[in-house]
């Protein structure tokens, strides 16, 4: 049985094609109304992890429960319970915003006066209430983006599955699906599963992030988690007078230092917690007769927890072709139709 606090819940999930473990015994849990994201290098098994949490494809082992149902003895409540918001523009062009959510609502089953009510909330939502009888084809990229998170919502869903919402698009059309994603939080309590290559998107918006690499969960927590797990997390920039060499010295053999470098007059130091480190660091080199001109210090970046991690940055690897995340309920009508 599934957690009763989870929204998204893993146990051992597996993925096999052929002899290649595409997924690798994953297990987490994501609380409701929790906006949870997924890093990974190109290959890493963000899609194929996706693929079966919506049902697209099955597990080769382990178990999956979306919304509380398992997602290969109850795949269609866990379709009828996700909108998924893919990749790929795909409202239709030669629609009007009001008739791409209204043949989606229908789609869902949703009665004609609660399509209207829903589609009317939702393009308010998204800021598309005045362009509503627009073809779609007049919109921006961005516009489109926000028409498609509209359309993926038009059901109600208990979980929302995103994924790269905001690629290709510039900062204005990112800012605004940010602050969409930020609205839909704060008033519905949904549960959002967030894949992005953007740091700073994982960062800005994102409770947990996992890290995901060769098909396993590298690492998984909040953003100060992540990086608390990184060794010498701090970097800690010292200024002294004259040369720095001498002054580096007498810190090298420090409980507190991880890695130090000395260069023409700066030390720079790795500590795992800086804010503590700097008054020894001062005393040190205080008595050690260094000439102290300036204290900074800077915390690692997400992508610098990310390398730590993989070894590699978040685009460096190219994969293979990869099967597109679509709507599950929407693509089995197309195979029975």
């Given at each position: 049985?599934?957690?009763?606090?989870?929204?998204?819940?893993?146990?051992?999930?597996?993925r096999?094609?052929?002899?290649?473990?595409?997924?690798?015994?994953?297990?987490?849990?994501v609380?409701?109304?929790?906006?949870?994201?997924?890093?990974?290098?190109?290959?890493?098994?963000?899609?194929?992890?996706?693929?079966?949490?919506t049902?697209?494809?099955?597990p080769?082992?382990?178990q999956?429960?979306?919304?509380?149902?398992?997602?290969?003895?109850?795949?269609?409540?866990?379709?009828?319970?996700?909108?998924?918001?893919?990749?790929?523009?795909?409202?239709?062009?030669?629609?009007?915003?009001?008739?791409?959510?209204?043949?989606?609502g229908?789609?869902?089953?949703?009665?004609?006066?609660?399509?209207?009510?829903?589609?009317?909330?939702?393009?308010?939502?998204?800021?598309?209430r005045?362009?509503?009888?627009d073809?779609?084809?007049?919109?921006?990229?961005?516009?489109?983006?926000?028409?498609?998170?509209?359309?993926?919502?038009?059901?109600?869903?208990?979980?929302?599955?995103?994924?790269?919402?905001?690629?290709?698009?510039?900062p204005?059309?990112?800012?605004?699906?940010?602050d969409?994603?930020?609205?839909?939080?704060?008033?519905?309590?949904?549960?959002?599963?967030?894949?992005t290559?953007?740091?700073?998107?994982?960062e800005?918006?994102?409770?947990?992030?996992?890290?995901?690499?060769?098909?396993?969960?590298?690492a998984?927590?909040?953003?100060?988690?992540l990086?608390?797990?990184?060794?010498?997390?701090?970097?800690?920039?010292?200024?002294?007078?004259?040369?720095?060499a001498?002054?580096?010295?007498?810190?090298?053999?420090?409980?507190?230092?991880?890695?130090?470098?000395?260069?023409?007059?700066?030390?720079?130091?790795?500590?795992?917690?800086?804010?503590?480190?700097?008054?020894k660091?001062?005393?040190?080199?205080?008595?050690?007769?260094?000439?102290?001109?300036?204290?900074?210090?800077?915390?690692?970046?997400?992508?610098?927890?990310?390398?730590?991690?993989?070894?590699?940055?978040?685009?460096?690897?190219?994969?293979?072709?990869?099967?597109?995340?679509r709507?599950?309920?929407?693509?089995?009508a197309?195979?029975?139709?």
């Open positions: 049985m599934p957690s009763s606090s989870a929204a998204i819940e893993t146990r051992e999930l597996t096999r094609f052929g002899a290649f473990t595409a997924v690798d015994g994953v297990s987490f849990t609380g409701q109304g929790e906006l949870f994201g997924l890093l990974g290098p190109n290959g890493a098994g963000k899609t194929t992890l996706i693929r079966m949490l049902t697209l494809i099955r080769s082992s382990g999956a429960f979306v919304a509380g149902h398992d997602v290969v003895h109850a795949a269609r409540r866990v379709r009828e319970s996700i909108g998924v918001v893919p990749q790929a523009l795909t409202s239709d062009l030669e629609l009007t915003a009001w008739q791409n959510l209204d043949i989606y229908e789609f869902y089953g949703l009665p004609r006066a609660a399509r209207r009510k829903r589609a009317e909330h939702l393009l308010e939502m998204v800021g598309l005045d362009r509503a009888g073809m779609v084809a007049t919109y921006s990229g961005g516009m489109r983006r926000r028409l498609e998170i509209a359309r993926g919502l038009v059901h109600s869903p208990l979980v929302l599955f995103l994924d790269e919402p905001t690629i290709g698009l510039d204005q059309g990112r800012r605004a699906v940010w969409l994603l930020v609205q839909l939080r704060s008033e519905s309590g949904l549960t959002i599963s967030l894949t290559h953007y740091m700073d998107e994982a800005k918006l994102c409770d947990r992030i996992a890290i995901i690499d060769g098909g396993k969960i590298a998984i927590g909040t953003t100060q988690e990086k608390a797990m990184v060794k010498g997390a701090d970097r800690i920039r010292v200024e002294v007078a004259g040369d720095a001498p002054a580096a010295a007498a810190l090298r053999a420090q409980p507190y230092v991880q890695e130090i470098t000395a260069d023409q007059g700066a030390i720079v130091i790795a500590a795992s917690d800086g804010a503590h480190a700097i008054p660091i001062i005393e040190r080199l205080e008595s050690a007769g260094a000439a102290i001109r300036s204290v900074s210090i800077e915390r690692v970046s997400l992508e610098d927890v990310f390398i730590s991690f993989t070894g590699r940055h978040l685009r460096e690897e190219p994969g293979g072709p990869a099967a597109p995340i709507d599950p309920l929407f693509a089995a197309q195979r029975r139709g």
